[in-house]
């Protein structure tokens, strides 16, 4: 029997990062017990059916099932296969009346953005893609951000490291205009996709997290058979089949944290474990630890105060899409939306083919979410919040109509708001902050959560730890958690 065999963990939170750790740990064959609060997984990345057409709630989005990308080879390693749609020529861009459709070829879209807004936007965009490998890389195999002397001494031996340290040190902004000038829509453009990526603006976001964030536009996307609920579904299961036990509908009130154990409370009981995984936000950790690393929480919430929210809506229309219609659309309004304050929305029409996720014919439905300041949501009153939130449905279908000119008169048979209300009550994630934390070029960015929380029995996953938002960011931030508490038992064993 190993170290790790004897051990029990609990983990809080059946997210991508909660799910993940507890895959890897109980492959380790520690005795895992997931606890979450919702009836279904997945959290952000999850799906949910309404009157019989299932929908995805927030993540639509999957990158990175090239068998050479660490998701693929975290897959691997759980021994996992994800049936898939591989997308093709997925991902649009629909502005001022005109589309613009990416393609799996960096040159093409360097040359499609370089006729639309100059010479520097083309030549950054090809720059873009030659360095967000490379920053996908690092980000999977290195300590960072560093915590430690030792993180330091890995990073100074790096040559790696030290090649892509000036995109580090200037922001994504500077870079587009180092290389000339670039007129403000195409600015304003690459602020919207930035923050689908990074959380924050091209002026806010160092260069290597920029192309990473450009870069992704143009991958190969993926979508699991049954949308992205149904990869953590998948995962769930194969936790379970390793012998976990998940506890579904079982929200924790409590986690306290002793010397040498922890104590979970949940439903009126209280259970003793070795160590605990929390898959929550750092404020919310903040708010349900008790014990030694409460203050860690306490400060990275502090530290991580100007968080976004998401609001958007599930549509049900008429399928007026032809069948090469993208997948996936960026929406940029002329003006910011009133409800939202967001210049424009991402749209989501899952591939007709997939019947679990289009069951009528006839039909499509629809995901669509954008940026939005969680506190004006919850500080107004309920008649206010109502009206803004009417007023989020009409700007969405108003946006939608006037930007994809097969659903200017098509018939819309169900919609269904979703505003930082919805995703606090979700999720359990405080204010319905969802999305991580911003990518900034500050100092707040190399104080990004590591997952280590001082006390070596607990770690934090989720997307408020480095790499931070995205399913695959998640996922590849929870397997470092799950592999340092391993280490940790292997030490003490
Ligand atoms: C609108 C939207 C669109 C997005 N689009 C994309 C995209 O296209 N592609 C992409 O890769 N990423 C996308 N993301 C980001 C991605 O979904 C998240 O970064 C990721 O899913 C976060 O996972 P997590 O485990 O950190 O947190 P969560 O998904 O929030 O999971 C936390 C889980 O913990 C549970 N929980 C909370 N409190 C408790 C408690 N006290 N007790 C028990 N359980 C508890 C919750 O119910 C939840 O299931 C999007 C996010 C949003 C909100």
Not at 319 to 334: C, H, I, N, R, S
Request: hydrophobic share 45%; with cysteine; net charge neutral.
């Amino acid at each position: 029997m190993s170290a790790s065999e004897r051990v029990r963990v609990a983990v809080v939170g059946a997210g991508a990062g909660g799910l993940v750790a507890a895959a890897y740990l109980a492959k380790a064959g520690v005795h895992v017990e997931v606890f979450e609060a919702q009836a279904h997984v997945g959290g952000c990345a999850s799906c949910f059916t309404i009157g019989g057409n299932r929908f995805h709630a927030g993540a639509t989005t999957l990158v990175g099932l090239e068998p050479h990308m660490p998701l693929a080879r975290m897959l691997d390693e759980l021994d996992l296969a994800v049936p898939h749609h591989r997308l093709e020529r997925a991902m649009a861009i629909a502005r001022a009346g005109e589309t613009i459709r990416l393609a799996q070829d960096n040159a093409a879209n360097a040359a499609r953005f370089e006729r639309t807004f100059g010479h520097a936007f083309g030549a950054f965009w090809a720059h873009a893609a030659a360095v967000a490998p490379r920053a996908w890389s690092l980000i999977a195999e290195a300590p960072v951000p560093p915590k430690t002397f030792a993180d330091l001494a890995w990073l100074a031996t790096s040559r790696e490291a030290w090649a892509l340290l000036p995109e580090l040190l200037t922001t994504t902004r500077s870079r587009l205009e180092g290389f000339g000038q670039v007129p403000r829509e195409g600015i304003e453009l690459l602020d919207e996709l930035l923050l689908v990526s990074t959380q924050a603006t091209s002026a806010r976001t160092p260069a290597l997290f920029g192309a990473v964030g450009c870069e992704y536009l143009e991958r190969p996307l993926y979508m699991p058979h049954g949308g992205l609920g149904a990869l953590f579904e998948l995962v769930a299961a194969r936790v379970r089949a390793r012998g976990a036990l998940l506890h579904l509908s079982t929200r924790v009130d409590a986690v306290r944290v002793h010397a040498q154990h922890v104590t979970i409370e949940a439903n009126g009981t209280t259970t003793e474990f070795d160590a605990v995984v929390l898959g929550l936000t750092c404020w919310d950790a903040a708010r349900l630890v008790h014990g030694a690393p409460r203050a860690t929480f306490e400060r990275q919430a502090k530290r991580h105060r100007d968080a976004w929210s998401a609001a958007g809506g599930y549509f049900v229309v008429d399928d007026v899409f032809g069948d090469d219609a993208p997948v996936y659309t960026q929406v940029v309004l002329e003006r910011p939306m009133r409800s939202t304050g967001a210049r424009g929305f991402f749209v989501t029409v899952p591939p007709r083919e997939d019947r679990s996720l289009v069951p009528n014919t006839g039909e499509r439905t629809l995901t669509v979410s954008c940026h939005t300041e969680s506190e004006p949501w919850f500080s107004c009153d309920d008649s206010a919040f109502r009206e803004r939130r009417s007023e989020l449905l009409e700007e969405i279908e108003g946006g939608l109509r006037a930007a994809i000119p097969a659903l200017a008169h098509a018939r819309v048979h169900a919609r269904h708001p979703a505003t930082p209300r919805t995703w606090q009550s979700f999720t359990g994630r405080h204010l319905g902050r969802v999305g991580g934390l911003p990518f900034a070029r500050d100092l707040r960015t190399l104080a990004y959560p590591t997952g280590a929380t001082g006390s070596p029995h607990v770690v934090a996953v989720g997307d408020t730890v480095f790499p931070g938002q995205s399913v695959t960011a998640t996922a590849i931030g929870a397997r470092r958690g799950a592999l340092a508490l391993l280490a940790h038992f292997a030490r003490s064993a």
